[in-house]
C-alpha cells in the first residue's frame, strides 16, 4: 500500500537567485530526471527533515521532461533555510498535490489572460511554459506581470528572453514605484488591467497577493468579465496534502486536495476564509 | 444469536483473550480511565460510560512517529518505521464512540488512504457495550445512535450480572468462537430485550434527547456561517483546546519533526482548528480570532462534514465536551442557539 505521507528524496541540482528574496531551486530524483509527473499549478510538499515541510507550486511546465523548478520566496523558518541551501544538498519531497489548472479542458482554444503579481508568478509560469508547449491548442495570450520594483520581477530573463519573443504572446510588465533605470510601465496591477482594456472574451488566470487579486477581479468585473471567466489559484497552511490534517479547510472543501484552483464563481459559495 | 456468562469470569475472559491478542479496555490509572492495553493488574472499568479521552486514540494515537530520517552531510535517508502490524481487542467501546470510528473511516480510509490508520482499523476487533445509566449529557439518540443496542464486530451487555455478548461481523463470530470455553447461547433473550428498552426510556428522557437538527444542511451552510449569533457563542472560549481532545470525531492532525540527537523523528499529533496558530502562515491569519477558530469547529461538524459525507453528522453525543468545557460553552449550546430553540 502506498504511503503518501512518507517522502522521496530529491536534491538540488540548481540554485537561480531571482530577486533578493526569491530564489528558484531546481529538483531531481537521485536517480536523474523528475521525482514525479505533475500537472500545471498542481503543488508539492518540500521538506528540509528536522526543519519542517511545507506546500509550494511547481513553477516549471510538466513538459519540462529534466527536472522539477520551485520559486520560492525568503518568509518563514522553512524558507529561510532552503534560502541557505547549496546546490547538491538533499531535500525531501512528495505530491503532486491538488487539482490543477483546466488546461485540456476550460482552457482549451481560448485566448488567455495571465495576470500576476509579485511571487504569485510562480504557479501561473508552470501553465505559460505548458501553453508555450502546445501553442496550436491556445488562442492569443496576454500576461500582465508587476512587481514592487524592477528588482523584484521574478523569473525576468524567461520573460524578456523567452516570453516575449513567443508567437501571439504580449506581455505588459508594470512595477510599483518609479525607478532608476526602468522605462517600463509603472502603476498598480489592477489598475493597469483596466488600462490595457482587455476584450473581455479572453480567459483570465490570476495570481497573486489577496488584496491584489481583489482588486483586480473587481476591476474585471466592471470591465464586463464574469467571475466564471476568472480562475486563481490559492494559499493556506497545509500538513498532509490529501485531505485529512483538517487546516486547509474552507466549507467543504480542502484547498489541497479539491483546489488549490478554483474559478471565482465557486469561490463565491464558499465561506470567505482565505 | 446471543451468548452469555457470569460477570465474576470476566478476568478470566480477559485473559483469554489477551493470550491470543492485545486487549484495550477501559482502565483506570492515576484516576483518569482511558483505552489501555489490558494486563493482570488493570483496574478494569466497564461502569465507566465515557473514558477521559474517547477511544479514537487506539486508532489514531494522540502522538505517533510516521517516518524518520537520517542526514549526512547533504544527504538524507528516509527511514520508514511504521510498526508491524499486529491484532488486538478492543473491548467495552459504547455506541458513541463506536459511531466515532465509522465518521473517522470516511476521513482516513477515502482516497488517498492513511495506511497507519488503515492498519491498526484492519487488524482491530471492536467490542462494544451498552449503556444501562446514560449521563444527563448524554445525547446520541439525535444522531440515530441505540446506546442500549451499540454497533461494531461484537455487542456486549451486563444485565443482572451476566455478560451477554452478540456477534454482528465475521470479526465478531470469530472473537465469540474462541471464547467458547467460557460463554454459552442465551435463551433468555426476552430478559435483555427488556433490559435494552428501559434504557431507551432513559435515553429518550434525558435533556438534550430532542436537538432540533433541522437547520444544519449544506443549503443553508453561508446562512449559518453569516449568524451573528457565532460573536456572542463564542466569547467565553478561552481556546485551550479541551473539546477537541475529548472529541471522539476531531480529526486534525499537526506534522512535525524532531531530532532524538541520533536522527530525526517526524511525528504526527493531534491538533485543534480553535488554536491560534492551526491555520497561520507567513502570509497572513485566515481565521484572526476566536469567533473564527471557534465558528470553524461546529460548522465542520454540523456543516461541512455532512456535506461531504451523506448528511452525517460528525457529533455522536459523547457528551465529554460538555462535561469537560471549562467555560460550560458546547455543541449542545450551538445546536440550540443556531437552531432556533433559544431565539
Same mark, same amino acid.
Given at each position: 500500500m502506498n504511503n503518501e505521507l512518507i517522502p522521496h528524496v530529491g536534491v538540488i541540482t540548481d540554485i537561480r537567485q531571482d530577486t533578493p528574496d526569491v530564489k528558484?531551486?531546481?529538483?531531481?530524483?537521485?536517480? $536523474? $530526471?523528475?521525482?514525479?509527473?505533475?500537472?500545471?499549478?498542481q503543488c508539492a510538499m518540500l521538506s528540509i527533515p528536522g526543519v519542517g515541510e511545507a506546500m509550494f507550486s511547481i513553477t516549471s511546465s510538466p513538459t519540462n521532461e529534466e527536472y522539477m523548478e520551485f520559486s520560492i520566496k525568503k518568509c518563514g523558518c522553512l524558507t529561510d533555510w532552503l534560502h541557505q541551501l547549496d546546490v547538491g544538498q538533499q531535500i525531501t519531497i512528495r505530491g503532486p498535490y491538488g487539482n490543477g489548472f483546466p488546461v485540456d479542458t476550460a482552457f482549451l482554444g481560448k485566448d488567455l489572460l495571465f495576470i500576476a503579481g509579485g511571487i504569485g508568478l510562480?504557479?501561473?509560469?508552470?501553465?505559460?511554459?505548458?501553453?508555450?508547449?502546445?501553442?496550436d491548442r491556445y488562442g492569443s495570450v496576454d500576461i500582465v506581470y508587476g512587481s514592487r520594483s524592477a528588482d523584484d520581477l521574478v523569473d525576468y530573463k524567461e520573460i524578456i528572453d523567452e516570453w516575449m519573443n513567443e508567437d501571439g504572446f504580449n506581455v505588459y510588465l508594470?512595477?510599483?514605484?518609479?525607478?532608476?533605470?526602468?522605462?517600463?510601465?509603472?502603476?498598480?496591477?489592477?489598475?493597469?488591467?483596466?488600462?490595457?482594456?482587455?476584450?473581455?472574451?479572453?480567459?483570465?488566470?490570476?495570481?497573486?497577493?489577496?488584496?491584489?487579486?481583489?482588486?483586480?477581479?473587481?476591476?474585471?468585473?466592471?470591465? $464586463?468579465?464574469?467571475?466564471?471567466?476568472?480562475?486563481t489559484t490559492m494559499e493556506l497552511r497545509m500538513k498532509c496534502g490529501i485531505g485529512k490534517c483538517g487546516r486547509c479547510n474552507i466549507g467543504s472543501k480542502y484547498v489541497c486536495k479539491d483546489g488549490p484552483v478554483f474559478r471565482c464563481d465557486e469561490l463565491d459559495e464558499l465561506p470567505d476564509e482565505y | 444469536m446471543y451468548y452469555k456468562m457470569k460477570v465474576e469470569k470476566l478476568p478470566e475472559l480477559y485473559a483469554l483473550i489477551a493470550s491470543e491478542k492485545a486487549l484495550y479496555l477501559p482502565i483506570e490509572q492515576a484516576g483518569a480511565v482511558e483505552f489501555r492495553k489490558w494486563d493482570e493488574s488493570s483496574c478494569v472499568r466497564l461502569d465507566c460510560l465515557n473514558t477521559l479521552k474517547s477511544a479514537k486514540g487506539v486508532f489514531l494515537p494522540q502522538s505517533e512517529n510516521l517516518v524518520a530520517f537520517k542526514t549526512e552531510g547533504k544527504n538524507i535517508s528516509v527511514i520508514d518505521n511504521s510498526e508491524?502490524?499486529?491484532?488486538?481487542?478492543?473491548?467495552?467501546?459504547r455506541a458513541c464512540d463506536a459511531r466515532s470510528f465509522d465518521i473517522?473511516?470516511?476521513?482516513?480510509?477515502?482516497?488517498?488512504?492513511?495506511?497507519?490508520?488503515?492498519?491498526?482499523?484492519?487488524?482491530?476487533?471492536v467490542v462494544t457495550l451498552a449503556c444501562n445509566e446514560p449521563e444527563e449529557t448524554c445525547f446520541c439518540r439525535n444522531f440515530g445512535i441505540d446506546a442500549a443496542d451499540p454497533a461494531g464486530d461484537a455487542s456486549a451487555w451486563i444485565v443482572d450480572g451476566e455478560l451477554y455478548v452478540r456477534p454482528n461481523t465475521e470479526k465478531g463470530e470469530t472473537f465469540v468462537s474462541r471464547l467458547s470455553q467460557l460463554l454459552e447461547e442465551?435463551?433468555?433473550?426476552?430478559?435483555?430485550?427488556?433490559?435494552?428498552?428501559?434504557?431507551?426510556?432513559?435515553?429518550?428522557?434525558l435533556p438534550f434527547a430532542e436537538l432540533n437538527l433541522d437547520r444544519f444542511k449544506g443549503d443553508n451552510m453561508l446562512d449559518i456561517f453569516h449568524d451573528p449569533a457565532w460573536k456572542s457563542l463564542s466569547e467565553s472560549c478561552l481556546g485551550?483546546?479541551?473539546?477537541?481532545?475529548?472529541?471522539?470525531?476531531?480529526?486534525?492532525?499537526?506534522?512535525?519533526?524532531f531530532d532524538t540527537g541520533s536522527g530525526i523523528q517526524r511525528y504526527r499529533t493531534w491538533d485543534s482548528c480553535m488554536f491560534s496558530d492551526f491555520t497561520k502562515t507567513a502570509g497572513g491569519q485566515p481565521r484572526p480570532s476566536q469567533v473564527e477558530r471557534f465558528r470553524q469547529r461546529f460548522m465542520h461538524k454540523l456543516v461541512y462534514y455532512p456535506m461531504n459525507n451523506d448528511d452525517i453528522y460528525g457529533c455522536v453525543g459523547c457528551g465529554r465536551c460538555v462535561a469537560k468545557c471549562p467555560v460550560s460553552m458546547n455543541i449542545v449550546k450551538v445546536i440550540k442557539t443556531l437552531g432556533g430553540e433559544k431565539k
Open positions: 528558484t531551486f531546481r529538483v531531481n530524483s537521485l536517480q $536523474g $530526471g523528475k521525482v514525479f509527473e505533475h500537472k500545471p499549478g510562480a504557479p501561473l509560469r508552470s501553465v505559460i511554459n505548458y501553453v508555450r508547449h502546445y501553442r508594470t512595477i510599483d514605484r518609479e525607478q532608476q533605470g526602468w522605462d517600463g510601465h509603472v502603476g498598480f496591477v489592477p489598475n493597469y488591467v483596466k488600462e490595457l482594456n482587455f476584450d473581455t472574451s479572453k480567459t483570465v488566470v490570476l495570481c497573486g497577493p489577496p488584496i491584489m487579486i481583489k482588486f483586480t477581479l473587481a476591476g474585471l468585473q466592471e470591465q $464586463g468579465f464574469s467571475k466564471t471567466q476568472v480562475f | 508491524t502490524a499486529f491484532p488486538f481487542v478492543i473491548f467495552g467501546v473517522l473511516d470516511r476521513v482516513f480510509l477515502s482516497d488517498p488512504v492513511d495506511t497507519y490508520y488503515k492498519t491498526r482499523r484492519d487488524n482491530a476487533t442465551a435463551s433468555d433473550v426476552e430478559k435483555l430485550e427488556a433490559a435494552k428498552q428501559s434504557v431507551r426510556d432513559i435515553l429518550g428522557k485551550c483546546g479541551t473539546c477537541t481532545y475529548v472529541c471522539p470525531t476531531c480529526q486534525c492532525y499537526d506534522i512535525k519533526d
